[in-house]
């Protein structure tokens, strides 16, 4: 965390992590921020919803961050600080931690006295999961996020019930409501998504997206920025394409020799999220109990988000969480894709910003359609209303939804530290 000790005025910078997360999951992307802009922002890394408290629904996880914002802002104020700038990063769950915690600031006025400035989002399932779909590793994922995720999981699959028969995930796509309006007043949106090698939240979710282009990667030709090759500017067909057999053989081998090897491991973590989420229910149950008692109630029966927070001290432990997440990346990992360079006549600095995505990517017949249900296909139509600008990410790794945020400083993440720095210098403005 840092604050502007020599001026009179700041610009607040909330960052907020995924499930099962913790402050450190983004403090490398903190401190590149920090190494850049100095005393020019405040930063609130926070830590309201750490681990399994993420269970909890993305409305009391969101409650607890306004609550933490409203903390930092005091803090600042109470130093003679003026925020005169407000923007938001969400990782992953957080991403729409966020979007919840900007409709509850809009409803509260927040926004009357502070400019908000930066939405941006890092892999985030802005569409939540699915359960029509064909494949293993993903439908294994949409099956189990309701069952042994608690609320959060349930709002996750669309089939919670926050207002009446709609779903949160609904409701916050409504331009109708808080959560909507809120997202439309930022100056800049930014949607980073990954395009590979990211089962936790694939590219259709968190770029917003009916199409998903990668499904069927050997067909592609990339089109990579030229100063940020993490990048990909734009994206086509191939004439002719050929399956990888070999590397599907090999796919295949490597899953019956390490299923043995695995089985243990999913065996022990399954359960032991399974108890999480029953814990989490437990608590859940007397959130809501203390909210009828001392007559709090949501957004739709005017919430101002006031839950207190609590002391966690305890993170649970993610080293069988990141080796699983590693190993279902790998098995599941499609050939590398054939890359050209950009046909853009720009200059390097021009098309280093990447501003020229392909919007009608999203929409293309030429790529698989998402099997959304009709809810979600609604919220994508709504969302996409928003002018975001949206980047694809190709890290060709084993876990890209770790290495888009450089999630553990134990590994290299080479390209992770890349995309950060396109972030920290193109991205974000002061």
Known sequence: MIESENSTSTHLVVCVHGLWGNPGHLQYLVDQLINKYGNSISILNAKCNLSTYTYDGIDICGDRLVEEIHEKIKSLEDDGIKITKFSIIGYSLGGLFSRYAIGILYKQGIFNEIQPWIFTTFATPHLGTISKISKAIPKIISWASPRILSKTGEQLSWIDKYDGDASLLSVMSDPNRIFFKALELFKYKRIYANTLNDRTVPFWTAAISEVDPFEESDKLILSKNKKYDVIID???????????????????????????????????????????????????????ENRVVNN?????????????????????????????????????????????????????????????????????????????????????????????????????GYNAHAEIVVRNKFFKFLAGKKLIQHFVEESFVL
């Open 234 to 288: 734009s994206v086509l067909l191939k004439e002719d394409h050929c399956k990888n057999t070999i590397f599907n053989m090999a796919k295949y081998l490597l899953v019956a020799v390490a299923a043995p090897i695995l089985a243990p491991l999913w065996i022990s973590f399954v359960g032991a999220i399974y108890v999480q989420a029953l814990c989490s229910q437990r608590r859940v149950q007397k959130i809501i």
């Open 296 to 396: 709090v109630v949501d957004d739709k029966n005017n919430n101002d988000g006031k839950e207190k927070p609590r002391d966690f001290s305890k993170i649970a432990s993610s080293v069988e969480r990141e080796n699983i997440e590693a190993v279902t990346n790998f098995i599941s990992k499609k050939p590398k894709l054939t890359s050209a360079s950009s046909s853009s006549s720009k200059s390097e600095s021009e098309s280093s910003t990447t501003e020229s995505y392909n919007p009608e990517l999203y929409s293309s017949s030429d790529f698989p359609l998402v099997p959304l249900i009709d809810i979600q296909r609604e919220s994508c139509n709504n969302l996409n209303k928003i002018s975001f600008q949206k980047y694809m990410v190709h890290i060709d």
